[in-house]
């Protein structure tokens, strides 16, 4: 219907408008959340700024293009999209199951990890009671759980890592559920194997933890923790949750899963939404299993890499930053944040400001190609030498 046809269902001078204030129908709650802002897409960087070229280093994403065998996958799916997907991604679950070593139903399936995120928090936390988070963190803790309308108990980072005396001590009677990303994000640090296990001894138990191990192919190793088997405990109730958008080049078709105990896993099932995963994003992830390229591993190697030289140029200009666990760098550029985040945008670089994060001063930075780092750095040390110190 085009608008000449409905330009009668408004009287004239009234047409609808966007309204500033609260409309009583909504969550109380809601008009306290701020919404997530994800990094700048290219082609928005492209329309405002008009420039053919720009490399985005601003999401955490894996600059390499899926395997081959990934995209004919993709293709191949592509042709029964007028059908709906298999709701239960029977063939999905039986590859993670023999992938993982554990059974199909131990295994739940979203949209993202964000999505494992949300449906925990709906199927577990009441209104008004308390969730455990660390401060910063990965946002969407926080605001999935303000939806939910619980309280959130945040709890300060010590030395850029998670403090998990202080997360206990948070815990109270009211704490339904709490969270941690391992590695964290935006810091890059993790809970060694040590910390969490003592951490995990302590849990009540009428607390659920949510393990978030998004960037878990980049952190394994040394003393970080392997966590399945702690997901399918009897006396304690966790949740380990692990995503394809990052070591598996996904990010674009949004699957992750989650590891649990079965009558959790059936739990977080019943407030899914049917169909929550589509056909393609199924099929890709299924053929990235089954990938024999070693795509995930020159992943892992790029990253490393790419931040050894990143840290030397930080090094070298003297700026403090966080040794990181996964493919990203959090910086302190000893300056305003928003102004380099601006500078580095206009010469087709974007990185993300911390800012909103609780984090000014601060900029993340993901490693890219080794080309599109060579432009970062370029452009980050000319914006540190126009840009006044603050």
Do not use: C
């Not at 939910?148 to 108990?153: I, T």
């Not at 790029?302 to 200009?317: I, M, P, R, S």
């Amino acid at each position: 219907m085009s608008f000449r046809e409905t330009s009668g269902i408004f009287p004239k001078g009234k047409l609808m408008r966007k309204s500033t204030k609260r409309n009583s129908n909504w969550k109380k709650r809601l008009g306290e959340i701020k919404p997530y802002k994800p990094g700048k897409p290219i082609e928005e960087v492209r329309r405002e700024i008009g420039l053919k070229k720009v490399i985005k280093l601003a999401s955490n994403e894996n600059p390499f293009f899926p395997p081959k065998g990934v995209v004919e996958a993709i293709r191949r799916a592509a042709s029964d999209v007028n059908r709906y997907p298999d709701g239960g991604s029977f063939y999905l679950k039986k590859a993670l199951s023999g992938k993982l070593k554990i059974a199909p139903g131990n295994i739940v399936l979203g949209n993202g990890s964000d999505e494992l995120i949300v449906l925990a928090i709906r199927a577990f936390v009441h209104p008004g009671e308390e969730v455990v988070v660390a401060k910063p963190t990965f946002l969407i803790y926080h605001i999935a759980s303000m939806v939910e309308g619980a309280v959130v108990r945040a709890v300060p980072l010590k030395d850029m890592k998670y403090d998990m005396e202080a997360m206990r001590k948070a815990i109270t009677p009211r704490t339904k559920m709490v969270f941690v990303a391992n590695p964290d994000n935006p810091t890059g640090t993790y809970v060694n194997k040590p910390d969490l296990e003592r951490f995990i001894r302590s849990l009540p138990r009428h607390v659920v933890l949510f393990l978030d191990e998004a960037y878990y192919e980049f952190a394994r190793g040394g003393d970080y923790p392997e966590t399945l088997m702690n997901a399918l405990r009897k006396d304690k109730d966790i949740i380990v949750a692990r995503t394809f958008s990052k070591a598996y080049s996904l990010a674009g078709l949004r699957i992750g899963y989650a590891v649990s105990r079965e009558e959790i896993a059936d739990v977080l099932n019943k407030v899914r939404e049917p169909f929550n995963i589509n056909s393609i994003a199924q099929a890709a992830a299924l053929a990235a299993l089954e990938d024999r390229t070693g795509h995930v591993k020159k992943a892992v190697d790029l990253a490393t890499k790419g931040k050894k030289e990143l840290y030397e140029v930080f090094n070298d200009l003297g700026l403090e930053y966080v040794p990181s666990r996964s493919n990203f760098v959090l910086v302190n550029v000893e300056r305003n944040s928003t102004r380099v985040f601006e500078y580095l945008l206009t010469k087709g670089v974007i990185v993300r400001d911390m800012s909103g994060w609780g984090l000014p001063g601060f900029i993340r930075v993901n490693v890219g190609l080794p080309r599109e780092n060579k432009v970062f750095i370029r452009e980050f040390r000319k914006a540190m030498k126009e840009i006044a110190k603050s």
